[in-house]
């Protein structure tokens, strides 16, 4: 099955530094989200980026389909970016299935 | 608040028990998902429900059983409870039942098994 790695596994910022995490995904996508899991736990939606490059404030994020990777860009970090962010990718299995796979995560630690 | 509910938020129990995950999903969404996270598998899908069908299965233990009612309300039901059970149990929903769907997650339920 699609394999999904992510880079680098651990950061840790001064307030106000940016950043750039990786996703590297081995098969063709029609599709990829990335989440950020907050402190308490909770997956919150950032992007849903098939292709191109989306921006959400000091968040953006692109996405270069036929070259597998991803890239989510976090631009004068604060101390609320702490936490885990997954990108995840549906399965290309037979029948019509969302099933997303997710990378192991980068844990980001913002310090004040 | 991204519109998908779980019930209860954390759980408490013992070993050789069974206990009952309910998720509600975002108003209009007819696909909801069950994904497990734990320490040392990380986020891991377990099943789907397409408009009260079974979608797709994933790496569901037997011990583990899903439905999705008429109102499209899912429940996810453990039995026979391990200690490797312990997990953050996270419910997700989307508006069809394919790859091009985002998926939205509830809060998640914690499940400690003692």
């Known amino acids: 099955g699609i394999q999904v790695e992510q880079s680098p596994p651990d950061l840790i910022l001064q307030e106000g530094a940016n950043s750039t995490l990786r996703c590297n995904f081995s098969d063709s996508v029609n599709n990829l989200q990335w989440f950020h899991q907050n402190p308490w736990g909770q997956l919150i939606n950032l992007f849903y980026i098939p292709s191109g490059t989306k921006q959400n404030g000091r968040l953006s994020a692109t996405t270069v389909a036929t070259e597998r990777y991803s890239l989510l860009y976090i631009s004068s970090s604060q101390t609320t970016d702490s936490g885990v962010y997954f990108c995840?990718?549906?399965?290309?299995?037979?029948?019509?299935?969302?099933?997303?796979?997710f990378g192991q995560g980068t844990t980001l630690q913002v310090k004040p | 608040d991204s519109g998908v509910t779980q019930t209860p938020k954390h759980l408490i129990t013992a070993t050789g028990q069974r206990v009952t995950l309910r998720c509600s999903p975002r108003s209009g969404d007819l696909s909801v998902y069950w994904y497990q996270q734990s320490l040392d598998q990380g986020l891991q899908f377990l099943i789907q429900y397409y408009n009260g069908e079974e979608r797709a299965k994933g790496n569901i233990l037997e011990r583990f059983s899903a439905q999705q009612f008429p109102d499209l309300h899912s429940e996810l039901n453990l039995s026979s409870l391990e200690l490797g059970d312990s997990a953050l149990y996270f419910c997700?929903?989307?508006?069809?039942?394919?790859?091009?769907?985002?998926?939205?997650f509830g809060p998640g339920t914690r499940l400690t098994v003692l």
């Open positions: 997700a929903s989307s508006v069809g039942s394919g790859g091009l769907n985002e998926q939205f």
């Open positions: 995840a990718v549906p399965t290309r299995t037979s029948g019509n299935t969302g099933k997303l796979i």
